[in-house]
């Protein structure tokens, strides 16, 4: 059993930056890819960022690649996802999840466990 909890999130003007964090209980944190995910009002849940175990493998959703940056601290249990030149359609909630696969996944229903998310808003 994993529980994840997200933080960092809050309202951001256009172009601006944030860094979220997912803090893991337990003491198996490093056996789990890590993804995070976000959601829109009206929207389908969406891919955004997902790395292996060790940190050493990632990849990104296409609206996001080379502004958004994943990164893990197994020592911490913690995930992170470091948000730059952030867009008005970035707006979301964002969840960390968590998935006992070997490698990391881009599909949310390959995920065991889920943060209960926290909010972006970009301004424009």
């Known amino acids: 059993q994993v529980q994840l909890v997200e933080s960092g999130g809050g309202l951001v003007q256009a172009g601006g930056s944030l860094r979220l964090s997912c803090a893991a209980s337990?003491?198996?944190?490093?056996?789990?890819?890590m993804g995070w995910f976000r959601q829109a009002p009206g929207k389908e849940r969406e891919f955004v960022a997902a790395?292996?175990?060790?940190?050493?493998?990632?990849g990104y959703g296409d609206s996001v690649q080379g502004r958004f940056t994943i990164s893990r601290d197994n020592t911490k249990n913690t995930v992170y996802l470091q948000m730059n030149r952030l867009k008005p359609e970035d707006t979301a909630v964002y969840y960390c999840?968590?998935?006992?696969?070997?490698?990391?996944?881009?599909?949310?229903?390959?995920?065991?466990?889920w943060g209960q998310g926290t909010q972006v808003t970009v301004s424009s």
């Open positions: 337990g003491r198996t944190f490093s056996t789990y890819a």
């Open positions: 790395v292996c175990r060790s940190g050493a493998n990632t």
């Open positions: 999840a968590a998935n006992s696969g070997s490698y990391y996944s881009t599909a949310a229903y390959s995920y065991d466990y």
